[in-house]
């Protein structure tokens, strides 16, 4: 079965700061690992993914995340943060034999001017 | 369109009355899925279509929930005698393929209020 942890319901961090959204998984097969951002009353909007290839993932908006097996970490992060960037954030991993996508509880991440 | 279209954005019913929450994915996607978003409570996955068959249900929290897709595309949610733990917003989600290759894409959810 796979599952993921987010640690951190809510984030703060000043304009300008390094983001570190964090996110641990449980998985007993190969993974596949996302990051999904949901802005105030939108859907969610796919971030980035792993899927097995390089374990350094880069995505939109200047994000990027690190698979690393032996922390079975996928932490997001980002060099400095901009006031745009506050939103909520949902990491999710699915077997890569899988279709069923388990997400986490959502990182709430405020920027302070 | 151009992305997955949910209807209505936002519901308000009387407790006991029944609603029905409607999806249109992405074109040529084959994979849906339908998800419950309450507060601090994270995504709850419902059900899971492939093509017209829901191979997986086990999301649905009761019997008053069902779900059904057609044409291998428009999906309709139904909730009987709804009830006010059933207030939250209704997520949307389709995919290619339903693999992990392939992301899923969500619509902006309908936001449900039952008084």
């Known amino acids: 079965a796979q599952s993921v942890t987010q640690l951190g319901s809510h984030v703060s961090v000043s304009e300008g700061a390094l983001v570190l959204l964090r996110c641990n998984y449980s998985?007993?097969?190969?993974?596949?690992l996302f990051w999904y951002v949901q802005y105030p009353n939108q859907g969610l909007q796919l971030l980035l993914k792993?899927?097995?290839?390089?374990?350094l993932v880069k995505g939109i908006n200047g994000f990027e995340a690190e698979f690393k097996k032996s922390e079975t970490s996928f932490h997001l992060t980002k060099p400095s943060a901009h006031m745009s960037d506050a939103a909520e954030y949902f990491c999710?991993?699915?077997?890569?034999?899988?279709?069923?996508?388990?997400f986490g509880t959502g990182t709430s991440l405020t920027v302070i001017p | 369109g151009a992305g997955v279209s949910q209807s209505p954005s936002n519901k308000v019913t009387e407790k006991g009355k029944d609603v029905e929450l409607r999806c249109d994915p992405i074109s040529g996607h084959t994979a849906l899925y339908w998800y419950r978003q309450s507060l601090g409570q994270g995504l709850e996955f419902l059900i899971y279509?492939?093509?017209?068959?829901?191979?997986?249900k086990s999301g649905l929290p009761s019997d008053r929930f069902s779900a059904e897709r057609t044409g291998g595309s428009v999906s309709t949610l139904t909730i009987q005698r709804t009830q006010q733990e059933d207030s939250a917003v209704y997520l949307c989600?389709?995919?290619?393929?339903?693999?992990?290759?392939?992301?899923?894409?969500f619509g902006n959810g309908t936001r449900l209020t039952v008084t």
């Open positions: 792993y899927t097995s290839a390089a374990t």
């Open positions: 999710a991993v699915i077997a890569n034999t899988g279709n069923q996508f388990y």
């Open positions: 998985s007993s097969v190969p993974p596949y």
């Open positions: 989600a389709s995919s290619l393929d339903g693999t992990g290759f392939s992301p899923l894409h």
């Open positions: 279509f492939q093509g017209n068959s829901a191979p997986d």
